[in-house]
């Protein structure tokens, strides 16, 4: 069993969240190391680094500890770096959004689907209506079972 993270899950891994405490849980399921590929250290780094500019004190602070924290997983092997096959993942993604007939999550969500499925992934771990949505579509299993 393999899962793929979602990017806003991981997110809920690094910053104090509500979901964060669920969030471990879900991932505790499968052995580390967990595959992240370069669209995730993509959009994590720049949420991170845009709120490392944020004026608000507080909100530099947690992305501070965010960054902290992600740079630490990756130092102690709880993610490793996947490199999936990007053109397929992106047919993936294409294909999905024809076969509905309209675009069901956003451009880069469906993207993470395709990235899930050629990467081999079993699971699709998420808390997003229509990231789930679209892995279920394609076939993989949604994790949790229901919001």
């Known amino acids: 069993m ?5 990017p806003r899950l991981v997110a809920c ?9 669920h969030a471990w849980s879900l991932i505790q399921r499968f052995e580390p190391p967990y595959s992240l590929n370069r669209l995730h250290a993509l959009q994590i ?9 944020a004026p608000n004190v507080k909100q530099h602070d947690l992305a501070a500890e965010g960054l902290r924290r992600w740079r630490y ?7 490793r770096l996947d490199q999936p096959a ?36 079993t699971h699709f771990v998420s808390f997003e209506r229509k990231s789930r949505e679209a892995a279920h579509l394609l076939g993989l299993e949604v994790l ?3 919001l």
């Open 144 to 146: 949790p079972e229901s």
């Open 73 to 79: 997983f990756w130092t102690e092997g709880v993610f």
């Open 86 to 121: 990007w053109e397929l993942a992106l047919g993936d993604a294409l294909r999905l959004q024809v076969q509905v007939g309209r675009q069901i999550a956003g451009a880069t969500a469906c993207l993470h689907v395709g990235l899930a499925r050629v990467s081999g992934a």
């Open 13 to 21: 891994l690094l910053l104090p969240a509500p979901s964060a405490g």
């Open 2 to 6: 393999k899962p793929y993270l979602e």
């Open 45 to 53: 780094e720049g949420m991170l680094l845009d709120h490392l500019r």
